[in-house]
């Protein structure tokens, strides 16, 4: 299958691009977005601050700078409400435009984080089932390798279980 979950730091993944669980402005924050900043370094910023931010859903990318990749892409997902309020279609389309910006620059390996999982609250096993189900769409018509980059322990041992069971299930 071409996507495969690893722990690891998404900062350290050697691929043609990381995806950036960003804010709007993606000018860096916390989380996954303010790691890839710091490791990537100030020219990052500068090009961020010509981009004019990003809105809930879409993606936009840069050049990789000190990172082991060409391309950073960026995208914002979802504040995680109550699952009422378009989440689900607002974290798929973070997926299907990120790979959309890949193919389009001729990426063949793109690493992602788990978008929305963490500060904005997206319960983890439907982030993944989003995730999951949305890259293996694209995938049906893409030729690409997708990681799905997990920092934290925790969170690699339930995506492990969860993802079998989501694969299997579709």
Not at 21 to 40: E, M, Q, R, Y
Not at 59 to 87: F, M, Q, S
Request: with cysteine; aromatic share 8%.
């Amino acid at each position: 299958m071409p996507i495969k979950i690893i722990k690891g730091d998404i900062t350290k993944i050697e691929c043609d691009a990381i995806v950036n669980a960003a804010n709007s402005t993606l000018l860096g924050g916390g989380g996954v977005d303010g790691a890839i900043h710091k490791a990537a370094g100030r020219r990052l910023l500068l090009e961020c601050m010509k981009l004019g931010g990003c809105k809930t859903g879409q993606a936009k990318i840069t050049r990789g700078y000190k990172l082991p990749c060409h391309y950073i892409i960026h995208t914002v997902g979802p504040k995680w409400k109550n699952g009422k309020n378009v989440e689900k279609e607002l974290l798929g389309s973070c997926y299907k435009a990120s790979l959309t910006l890949a193919k389009e620059n001729g990426c063949s390996l793109v690493a992602f984080p788990l978008i929305s999982s963490g500060v904005y609250g997206y319960p983890v096993d439907k982030a993944l089932k989003v995730a999951v189900e949305t890259i293996r769409s694209f995938l049906t018509e893409n030729d690409m390798l997708v990681y799905m980059v997990i920092f934290d322990n925790e969170t690699y041992q339930i995506c492990e279980e969860l993802f079998s069971e989501i694969c299997s299930s579709s």
